[in-house]
């Protein structure tokens, strides 16, 4: 099955630093998403970032597809950037059946 | 953006008991999924379904019973409802027709069993 490994578990900056969260998958994958999760539980979609770089804001996705990574890019942290940060993503080929990794928590402190 | 809505948002049951959560999209998207979300787990799929009657068994099905009724409703049952199952649940629904596989998610319902 599908293996999806996220790194780093926890991360911890301050104010102004920038973060650097990577997805990795043991599989091709058809469809790849990095979503926020509020620290009262809503999730947010960030990205639907299947092949190549997004831009928005100080958000950036990089998904190269032969790596089997993908990755998202914090400039300069703020506070309310504290939370967790989730990918996901589905593989080619037969149901559409969407994993997660365990996801990134993120605290970012003034 | 497509909706997704659950209800209920909190729900406090006791061992033995029944629980339906229950899941509309209105954006007449093909794929719905359930998911619950522990500490330490991530996200894990219970159920999904790829249209009205249809219904696929996920990672973590045990203990679950799902149906989707209408295009739009997705409903995840406890029948016999167990401490192991104090979670937060998740529904989303997304749309493989036009190559755009987003999911949607819903707000979540957390969920006590006493």
């Known amino acids: 099955g599908q293996q999806v490994q996220q790194s780093p578990a926890s991360l911890v900056l301050q104010e102004g630093e920038n973060a650097e969260l990577q997805c990795n998958f043991s599989?091709?994958?058809?469809?790849m998403q990095w979503f926020y999760q509020r620290p009262g539980g809503s999730l947010v979609s960030l990205f639907y970032n299947p092949s190549g770089t997004k831009h928005s804001g100080r958000l950036t996705s990089t998904t190269v597809i032969k790596e089997r990574r993908s990755s998202l890019h914090i400039s300069s942290s703020q506070t309310t950037d504290s939370g967790t940060y989730l990918c996901a993503l589905a593989t080619s080929g037969g149901n559409y059946k969407p994993t997660f990794g365990k996801g990134t928590s993120l605290v970012v402190h003034p | 953006e497509a909706a997704v809505t659950q209800s209920p948002r909190n729900k406090v049951t006791v061992t033995g008991g029944n629980v339906t959560l229950s899941c509309r999209q209105t954006?007449?998207?093909?794929?719905m999924y359930w998911y619950r979300q522990d500490t330490g787990h991530g996200l894990r799929l219970i159920h999904y379904s790829y249209g009205a009657g249809n219904l696929q068994i996920g990672d973590v099905p045990d203990g679950y019973k799902a149906t989707r009724t209408t295009q739009e409703d997705f409903f995840l049952l406890l029948e016999l409802a167990s401490p192991s199952q104090t979670s937060l649940y998740f529904c989303?629904?997304?749309?493989?027709?036009?190559?755009?596989?987003?999911?949607?998610f819903g707000h979540g319902t957390k969920l006590s069993v006493l």
């Open positions: 954006n007449s998207h093909n794929y």
């Open positions: 989303a629904s997304s749309d493989r027709q036009f190559s755009n596989e987003r999911l949607f």
């Open positions: 599989t091709s994958l058809n469809s």
